[in-house]
């Protein structure tokens, strides 16, 4: 069960489009008075019971996706508008061909009291319908009227150099992305690859055509101007119907929460295209596009805090390929500051992660006891680093729990291991006490032996604090954990936390990710 935000994204019947690009197909479809009609109701319908809802149901953003081109319309407009006066919605927005009279749309939008900041508009660059100058003049007009946006295009190989002469058109902080051209005769060659790749550095995820994985969909819905609601775009098992939900003028009834979503069942093999994707509650996705990565913004972090073990690397799988490039992208690209945050000591988490460890500046090792940071470029050789600046920060804890941990060892069956600086003086920053896998601690018996420790050290307030990791209970000082580490970290580099990012999969993890989230 999950009660993440959810994003959702909403498709109306509307399949027209002002644009006659030859390889779509609802260039070719005008739409009649009597279908426009329906579309606008359905949208009329939809937008207000969201509003309603939205709280109960956890929805923090939601994107236009539709078939054609609905932001000619004014009442979309006029939708979105309201939907971005909610306090429950941090952001709403649209897919388009970005041909819509900008300054008269967007002063619609704001007459209609819609918050601008929350404006996001995903602009498709159609090279057979105008030209990179004017779409690039567009998009820097936009910018200037303070909208949000990310520019993209379908990565057609004969069209490499009008998408090349766009990105150099384009600012600098304006994303353009490329998707891979579908139904191609033959595959990429590595020169297109890489040409691509220099424009868009994430043009590999399109490329790698991630395995369906509905444990991943639960922080997104799609709902279809009919009133079926499914988990994503490509996902065709309804789970749920939006007109059931309250109305413009219904009854909303009591105000408790819906129940959270369920594991949607799933009959897709792969996630095929970027809504797909991009909407899966993956952590790379938020690092990389903040926490509604389906608008395609990016995040540009400068310090990302990573956990090892289920999350850089999988219990089954180990490290991804696309996880492996990701990290490539952020250190070497983007120019991000990568640093582990683990539970593991600092040898540990090295060697167990030699392939990738070149990528990273040190971290937060030992749950927050022991911090480390190289100050030289990342893009120096390890060892170089190793000898080089580094500072590092450790958090001791008293040695006299070793002899009570020493009397209770076999009759709570736990081995003893510890951890100590190698600095002058040796500090104790670590104590793992370690148990059977098939005995895995309680925290029960774990509180117990805290109290039993606390008792022995005969101080007024707690000079140390536990967690437990399955068959291992952590003893760290008191104030040592991964979120005071890298809060610390950044402090010393200068970067603030909205510069930041964060992901991991435990308990561990909640208040470092929470340091980060925006």
Not at 223 to 245: M, Q, S, T, V
Not at 273 to 280: E, F, K, N, V
Not at 502 to 507: K, R
């Amino acid at each position: 069960m999950s009660t993440e935000p959810n994003t959702l994204l909403y498709r109306g019947t509307l399949k027209s489009c002002n644009y006659h690009c030859s390889y779509c197909p609802f260039s070719k479809h005008p739409c009649s008075r009597r279908e426009l009609e329906q579309d606008r109701a359905q949208w009329e319908d939809f937008y207000p019971r969201l509003i309603k809802t939205a709280s109960a149901r956890n929805i923090r953003a939601v994107m236009l996706a539709p078939y054609g081109e609905a932001l000619l319309y004014p009442w979309y407009w006029e939708g979105l508008a309201a939907l971005s006066q909610s306090p429950d919605l941090d952001c709403v927005g649209a897919q388009s061909n970005f041909s819509f009279p900008l300054k008269d749309s967007l002063r619609q939008f704001c007459q209609a009291g819609g918050v601008l900041q929350k404006l996001r508009i995903w602009a498709t660059f159609h090279p057979e319908m105008i030209t990179p100058e004017a779409f690039a003049a567009k998009c820097r007009e936009g910018a200037g009227f303070g909208l949000t946006l990310c520019t993209g295009a379908v990565g057609v190989p004969e069209n490499l150099a009008v998408i090349q002469r766009l990105r150099a058109l384009l600012p600098e902080e304006i994303y353009l992305w490329v998707n891979q051209m579908d139904g191609q005769k033959s595959p990429y060659t590595e020169e297109t690859i890489a040409a691509f790749s220099e424009i868009d550095p994430y043009f590999y995820r399109d490329l790698y055509r991630m395995e369906a994985d509905p444990s991943q969909c639960l922080g997104r819905l799609f709902a279809e101007g009919d009133g079926k609601l499914y988990p994503c775009n490509i996902n065709r098992i309804p789970i749920d119907n939006w007109r059931c939900w309250p109305g413009r003028g219904e009854e909303e009834g009591e105000k408790a929460s819906a129940p959270p979503m369920s594991v949607p069942k799933c009959t897709r093999r792969v996630c095929s295209c970027y809504l797909a994707y991009g909407g899966r509650s993956h952590w790379m996705n938020q690092v990389l596009f903040g926490p509604y990565p389906i608008f395609r913004i990016p995040r540009r972090p400068k310090a990302v805090f990573l956990d090892i073990d289920g999350t850089l690397f999988s219990r089954e799988h180990g490290i991804l390929p696309e996880i492996r490039k990701g990290l490539q992208v952020l250190a070497e690209r983007e120019q991000a500051r990568l640093f582990f945050a683990t539970s593991l000591p600092y040898e540990t988490a090295i060697k167990r992660c030699k392939g990738i460890r070149h990528l990273f500046s040190g971290g937060v090792f030992a749950g927050g006891g022991h911090i480390r940071v190289e100050l030289l470029s990342p893009s120096t050789e390890v060892k170089e680093r190793a000898e080089g600046c580094v500072w590092e920060r450790f958090y001791p804890i008293p040695r006299a729990i070793l002899p009570v941990l020493q009397e209770q060892q076999k009759q709570l069956h736990f081995r003893i291991l510890t951890y100590e600086s190698r600095r002058e003086g040796g500090e104790l920053y670590k104590v793992s006490l370690l148990r059977p896998r098939h005995k895995p601690w309680k925290e029960l018996e774990a509180e117990a032996l805290f109290q039993l420790l606390m008792q022995a050290l005969l101080q007024p307030s707690a000079p140390l604090r536990y967690f437990l990791e399955g068959h291992c209970m952590e003893l760290v000082a008191r104030e040592a954990d991964k979120a005071r580490g890298a809060l610390w970290i950044c402090r010393q580099l200068s970067i603030p936390p909205e510069q930041g990012a964060a992901a991991g999969d435990g308990a561990e993890d909640v208040r470092l990710m929470e340091l980060f989230r925006r």
